[in-house]
RNA sequence: CGGGGUGUAGCGCAGCCUGGUAGCGCAUCUGCUUUGGGAGCAGAGGGCCGGGAGUUCGAAUCUCUCCACCCCGACCA
């Protein structure tokens, strides 16, 4: 055994500087270059606990960030620039996001449509801030047909007359579609639900959290009168809020947008704003009061009881597979990700530890009827989700693996508790190798209660979190100690939100935004306390806001 | 679109300066041993070295030229 040459070592640097270090007084370099080929520390060193995921949270977020979506299986690059592949186990939680939020949109009166890919150029022109706002990410498609060329390589033939965008979203086309379909006021309100993908050209991407083409839902509505548009923009950013507390188990801040902020040719958005583990903000969904912007623009006019002919009043409001990146940044731990039960496509796996031939077919037998036992509970108004991994691989290797994916609870079960009628459990909101053991008895009786603790467990750590990080500030000075960067590069206080008193206009923000890097996530609606005088310009305040840097 | 970098086995890399047709770790497969935790030992399979052209007896290595991707900026759910 030889040392390999220091300079095999040298792409892991920054995350495995510790580890390193300790590898060389130890001269352990096969463990060491094991560890590092597997992008994980495996270091048998007590000072330096394992984790599952390196670099840790604190040595270095995004890059645990990609770890995570990597070792938890969710998603991965693909050969197609900007796109992503979500793995079935990420799929599986925008599938959950999806049947919950289905149902509530349905039970607030809304059905499911769908409208096309491509949107006609003219279409999107129409809206003169909408173009502005989009017209630097579009996919164009320009071609209806491939042919090839002298050197037998296929080029695009047959210029479109005219081009076409992929949806970077769909209000322009469907409110082509609407103009068609509304006449009277007896036609009103409109509305309709699409789940669909949508495609901007960005310019740098990270999985789930922005990437060219994503999955999510749009509602497009239509109304006679402008209250009842602000009524369906405030409900949908309800449902949303619900949603995101109940299921995701995850706090938010809800505010308007300032004008800068605004969705494109927007009158008022609306936001969720959740705090991720590093302090930035993540835009969790929106929902917009597109007043009659769009309604002019695309001519959707109705006749009304008076006998006049007006314009609707629209809305719009979505969120995406971009939850899934705020769900992993909310609750992930160094040892992965960490769902909450509610929304885990598996909410509990058997683990069988097989240990010889001899008795693994009667342990499988058990296992999967334990399996049934267990999925016939239900929690949450569902079947408990139990998945029974059969697989043929070590205990350990699997153990883990479902520790990195987040699964909420892991039961063991070997022949020694196949004959004393138990299971080992562990809880994915506890330590790795805390576990209790229970009767399939106690078991049936205590699993709703737990996966609802687990529940509550994760959005009262999500909540102390973004509650001790977040700062209410009446100056400057005490914004500048959050989000000035000092000698060492952190600010004196750690980066969080900053809720202010404020006066401010697009100007400010600019330079909020120059200098710190920092924006208006939301301004909230509850008004600033009387008298009080906004942080940055002395002014009379108007508004509060919430400041703080952003995914 | 500006600045910098990288393309060698599924993944992560070495080899390139000083040309002699390829190596390491992990992963994979097989066997034995292990097994309440993310194994051990032994063996095996897997690469026209991003594409093309040139120099040369000979190119992963030198030259030219394309292409792709990554990082930093401008933009954003």
Redesign the pocket.
């Known amino acids: 055994m030889f040392a ?2 220091f ?2 070592l ?3 640097k920054k995350q495995l500087q510790c580890q390193i270090q300790i590898f060389f007084r130890k001269t352990i370099m ?1 463990a060491a ?2 560890a ?3 992008g ?1 520390s495996k270091t048998t060193n007590n000072a330096m606990p ?3 995921i390196t670099p840790t949270r604190a040595d270095n977020y995004p890059e645990w960030y990609q770890q995570v979506v990597d070792q938890a299986d969710l998603a991965e ?1 693909s050969p197609v ?1 900007g796109c992503m592949v979500i793995k079935p186990w990420g799929y599986g939680l925008w599938e959950q996001m999806q049947q919950k939020l289905d149902k509530r949109f349905k039970d607030t009166g809304h059905v499911n449509a769908y409208f096309p890919l491509l949107i006609p150029l003219r279409l999107l022109q129409k809206e003169a801030d909408h173009v502005e ?1 989009f017209a ?2 579009c996919a164009v498609v320009t071609h209806h047909r491939l042919a090839t060329d002298a050197s037998g390589k296929l080029v695009p033939a047959s210029p479109l007359e005219e081009p076409m965008v992929i949806r970077p979203t769909s209000e322009t086309i469907i409110g082509e579609v609407y103009a068609g379909w509304v006449k009277s006021y007896r036609d009103l309100p409109i509305l309709i639900n699409q789940w669909a993908n949508v495609f ?1 050209w ?3 991407t990270r999985l789930f ?4 083409e ?1 999955l999510w839902q749009e509602g497009h509505t239509v109304h006679a009168t402008a209250a009842e548009a602000q009524a369906e923009t405030e409900l949908m950013w309800q449902v949303y809020a619900d949603f995101m507390q109940d299921c995701l188990a995850m706090p938010v801040f809800m505010g308007r947008k300032s004008a800068n902020e605004r ?1 494109p040719g927007a009158v008022e958005s609306y936001s969720l704003e959740a705090m991720m583990q590093d302090g930035k903000a993540l ?1 969790m969904g ?1 929902s917009h009061n597109l007043g009659q912007n769009f309604s002019k623009s695309a001519n959707i006019q109705f006749l009304d009881k008076d006998g006049q002919h007006k314009h609707a009043y629209t809305t719009s409001w979505g969120v ?3 939850m899934v990146g705020g769900l992993i940044m909310a609750h992930g731990d160094d040892d992965g990700l960490i769902l909450p039960p509610r929304i885990a496509p598996s909410q509990l796996v058997i ?1 069988p ?1 097989v ?2 031939a001899a008795g693994e077919d009667a342990l499988l037998d058990h296992c999967s009827k334990l399996a049934s036992q267990l999925g016939s509970l239900s929690y949450a108004g569902e079947s408990v989700r139990v998945h029974l991994d059969k697989r043929d691989m ?4 699997k ?2 693996e479902w520790v ?1 994916r987040g699964i909420p609870i892991r039961l ?6 196949m004959e004393q009628g138990t299971v ?1 459990l562990y809880r994915r909101d506890q330590g790795s190798k805390d ?1 209790i053991t229970l009767t399939h008895d106690q078991l049936a009786q205590q699993l709703p209660t737990m996966l609802q603790e687990i529940q509550d467990n994760l959005f009262a750590r999500a909540k102390a979190y973004q509650q001790d990080r977040t700062y209410h500030i009446t100056n400057r000075q005490e914004f500048e100690a959050i989000f000035a960067k000092g000698e060492d590069g952190v600010g004196s206080k750690p980066l969080g939100f900053a809720i202010a008193p404020w006066a401010g206009d697009g100007a400010l923000e600019d330079a909020l935004k120059k200098d710190f890097a920092v924006t208006v996530r939301c301004i909230l609606t509850t008004p600033p306390p009387a008298g009080s005088r906004c942080a940055f310009t002395d002014q009379p305040a108007r508004e509060m806001v919430v400041l703080a840097k952003s995914y």
Do not use: C, N, Y
Not at 209 to 212: I, K, N
């Open positions: 390999p040459p300079s095999k040298t792409f892991a096969s270059s094991k590092l080929s597997q994980a394992r984790t599952a690059t620039r706002g630097k990410e901007r960005e310019m740098r959290l922005r990437t060219a994503f969705f835009q929106t995406s597979t971009r683990i530890v240990r010889d070590r205990g350990g290797d153990f883990w990195k063991e079960v070997g022949l020694r508790e080992t576990r």
